[in-house]
């Protein structure tokens, strides 16, 4: 009896010390993903998700027969980074479908904490738009993270569920409450240099 449960023990711990790593791998690929993504460099940062993506199908081959360490969590969370960097990607690309679950190859909860993590990652693209005076992109920005605002507050579920999801929502409506105001600031200071150059350009005009 004892050898038998050594074996399953040993059998286990041989899954999880393939899937662990895996995980750390992923989840270190998507952020590096992501810092890609916010300089403009989309082939390394699509380069460094398909690692990610195959390193998450490595750990989750390694755990296929242990559904206990499957969902013990760090797999999730390889997860939910990876979908944060591949929502990332459609704000900063602007690309007007949301990728699903399904399209993502990823659990619901850890797809709607990502949708959580991504708006963060939108905001912070905002204000580097606002930094070179692009308010018009900026807004668009913001509208895609009201999309993705408005999948998060209809999952009415106990956090045992949705993995937390509760706090990050709250966390990222207050992310965009922020940034709608600093847009609105931004667009008032752009009207307000405009008119001022075309005051310029009529007080010249009349001078010439």
């Known amino acids: 009896m004892s050898e038998k449960i050594r074996k399953r023990f040993d059998e286990r711990m041989q899954a999880r010390e393939r899937a662990l790593p895996a995980s750390r791998k992923a989840i270190r690929s998507c ?11 989309l082939d390394l940062a699509h380069g460094l998700m398909g690692e990610a993506r195959g390193a998450i199908d490595e750990g989750l081959e390694a755990v296929r027969d242990h559904p206990e360490i499957r969902y013990a969590g760090y797999l999730q969370d ?25 399209d993502l190859d990823v659990e619901d909860a850890p797809y709607l904490n990502g949708i959580a993590e991504a708006i963060g990652e939108g905001r912070r693209h905002v ?18 993270m009201d999309d993705l605002y408005a999948v998060l507050v209809t999952m009415d579920y ?14 990222a409506r207050s992310l965009i409450e922020k940034t709608r105001g600093d847009l609105s600031v931004a667009r008032v200071s752009q009207d307000l240099h405009d008119a001022l150059d075309r005051h310029a350009h009529y007080v010249l005009g009349k001078e010439s």
Not at 31 to 41: F, K, T, V
């Open 31 to 41: 952020a590096n993903a992501i810092r890609a993504l916010h300089r403009g460099e």
């Open 78 to 102: 390889a997860q939910k980074e990876y979908a944060e960097a591949r929502l990332t990607e459609m704000l900063v690309g602007r690309i007007s479908e949301i990728p699903t679950p399904e």
């Open 127 to 144: 204000l580097d738009l606002l930094r070179g005076r692009r308010v018009e992109e900026g807004e668009q920005v913001l509208a895609a």
């Open 158 to 171: 106990p956090d045992a569920i949705t993995g937390n999801l509760r706090r990050s929502t709250d966390v």
